[in-house]
């Protein structure tokens, strides 16, 4: 399996494959052609499939049914991939809703996917059929029966989030979405886990936006192979089966108190009398690596000092441990509630101020 290798989100963004225990230096345009692959597999000829067994309905058979729950059933796992597309979708959509990026369009959209020679259902598309088909039928004081989607009736979502571009361009968020599917369907055992839009859009918009058009162009398959090799070290957090194992999150967070009880005994006890567990806040901190505590400049600006570490997951430890200790005073003074308050919105926005205090800890240990 050909991933990517992120020791700098910044700097030097290497294309290696690993084979075995050997890293062999591979051109970027393999990783993207076997990416383009993925697309043709996964996306295009099941779209085309779909769309030509729809017209038919050659797929409808006594075998094979959409009723049909045997796990091997085409139409099983058809319906399967929607449910995780419609997450996937609902996240993206949302991602970093405090800038416009990724409800801009990309300049460079997937002519593999835009082809008009393909007609197929894309995925656009198949979100678009598959939450028309979710409807609510109900009828009014007067006798008129209207059919109304679930969402707009219960005002779910505003009016602007589900927008998207006209034909023959992409937002940003539509690139991110196809990453996300891609890898579900290449990782069925974890497939696609709330969280993962968040550290994938970082490694998207760092590709989108390098100022070489050479980079820019190929952000997608870039992106994705980046992705795929972090989740390879991340994705034990995820999977909520090895929560309590010593590779699972649970160990991890209580890694976190750990080190503190180490660097600051006081700040330690003081959370520890006032039962503010470490899975309170560490939880999301370690799972997005900070991707929702910080502003994403500030985000790309942290992972680059982890991802240039040799023992990145220790040092994001450490950067745990020096949010905590750069905001000792206000926690040793507050009770439960301003403390609480404290740590699920940090206070301090300055990460060079945290990245030094990390540091200074780590070369103390």
Same mark, same amino acid.
């Given at each position: 399996?050909?991933?990517?290798?992120?020791?700098?989100?910044?700097?030097?963004?290497?294309?290696?494959?690993?084979?075995?225990?050997?890293?062999?230096?591979?051109?970027?345009?393999?990783?993207?052609?076997?990416?383009?692959?993925?697309?043709?597999?996964?996306?295009?000829?099941?779209?085309?499939?779909?769309?030509?067994?729809?017209?038919?309905?050659?797929?409808?058979?006594?075998?094979?049914?959409?009723?049909?729950?045997?796990?091997?059933?085409?139409?099983?796992?058809?319906?399967?991939?929607?449910?995780?597309?419609?997450?996937?979708?609902?996240?993206?959509?949302?991602?970093?809703?405090?800038?416009?990026?990724?409800?801009?369009?990309?300049?460079?959209? =997937?002519?593999?996917?835009?082809?008009?020679?393909?007609? $197929?259902?894309? *995925?656009?598309?198949?979100?678009? &059929?598959?939450? #028309? +088909?979710?409807?609510?039928?109900?009828?009014?004081?007067?006798?008129?029966?209207?059919?109304?989607?679930?969402?707009?009736?219960?005002?779910?979502?505003?009016?602007?989030?589900?927008?998207?571009?006209?034909?023959?361009?992409?937002?940003?968020?539509?690139?991110?979405?196809?990453?996300?599917?891609?890898?579900?369907?290449?990782?069925?055992?974890?497939?696609?886990?709330?969280?993962?839009?968040?550290?994938?859009?970082?490694?998207?918009?760092?590709?989108?936006?390098?100022?070489?058009?050479?980079?820019?162009?190929?952000?997608?398959?870039?992106?994705?192979?980046?992705?795929?090799?972090?989740?390879?070290?991340?994705?034990?957090?995820?999977?909520?089966?090895?929560?309590?194992?010593? =590779?699972?999150?649970?160990?991890?967070?209580?890694?976190? $108190?750990?080190? *503190?009880?180490?660097?600051?005994? &006081?700040?330690? #006890? +003081?959370?520890?009398?006032?039962?503010?567990?470490?899975?309170?806040?560490?939880?999301?901190?370690?799972?997005?690596?900070?991707?929702?505590?910080?502003?994403?400049?500030?985000?790309?600006?942290?992972?680059?000092?982890?991802?240039?570490?040799?023992?990145?997951?220790?040092?994001?430890?450490?950067?745990?441990?020096?949010?905590?200790?750069?905001?000792?005073?206000?926690?040793?003074?507050?009770?439960?509630?301003?403390?609480?308050?404290?740590?699920?919105?940090?206070?301090?926005?300055?990460?060079?101020?945290?990245?030094?205090?990390?540091?200074?800890?780590?070369?103390?240990?």
């Amino acid at each position: 399996m050909l991933v990517l290798l992120v020791p700098l989100m910044l700097v030097s963004v290497k294309r290696l494959r690993f084979c075995s225990d050997v890293q062999v230096q591979i051109s970027p345009f393999v990783c993207r052609e076997v990416y383009a692959q993925f697309l043709r597999e996964m996306i295009i000829q099941p779209g085309i499939a779909k769309a030509n067994l729809g017209l038919s309905r050659a797929d409808v058979t006594l075998e094979d049914h959409p009723l049909n729950p045997n796990p091997d059933s085409r139409w099983n796992n058809y319906f399967k991939d929607n449910e995780i597309l419609l997450q996937i979708d609902k996240d993206v959509r949302r991602l970093y809703p405090d800038m416009a990026f990724f409800q801009r369009p990309t300049e460079y959209p =997937c002519q593999l996917i835009l082809d008009p020679q393909n007609d $197929y259902e894309t *995925l656009r598309r198949r979100v678009e &059929q598959t939450t #028309l +088909k979710a409807q609510t039928v109900h009828r009014n004081r007067s006798g008129v029966t209207n059919v109304s989607s679930p969402g707009k009736a219960l005002n779910l979502y505003p009016s602007n989030e589900y927008e998207v571009l006209p034909s023959g361009t992409e937002a940003h968020w539509e690139v991110v979405e196809r990453i996300l599917f891609i890898y579900a369907k290449l990782n069925p055992g974890i497939a696609y886990v709330q969280g993962m839009n968040e550290i994938v859009g970082p490694i998207y918009y760092t590709f989108a936006t390098d100022p070489s058009s050479q980079w820019k162009e190929h952000a997608e398959a870039d992106t994705f192979f980046c992705f795929t090799n972090l989740m390879s070290e991340n994705r034990d957090n995820f999977i909520k089966s090895l929560d309590d194992s010593q =590779c699972g999150i649970t160990c991890k967070m209580e890694s976190v $108190y750990a080190m *503190l009880k180490d660097k600051d005994p &006081q700040l330690f #006890l +003081k959370l520890e009398e006032q039962n503010i567990k470490p899975q309170y806040f560490t939880f999301r901190w370690l799972t997005l690596l900070l991707s929702q505590e910080f502003l994403l400049p500030d985000v790309i600006r942290i992972w680059d000092s982890l991802f240039s570490d040799q023992d990145r997951f220790h040092f994001l430890l450490l950067v745990c441990c020096a949010m905590l200790i750069l905001i000792r005073d206000s926690l040793l003074a507050g009770d439960f509630t301003a403390n609480m308050r404290l740590l699920q919105d940090y206070p301090i926005s300055d990460v060079h101020t945290i990245l030094t205090k990390a540091k200074e800890l780590q070369e103390n240990s």
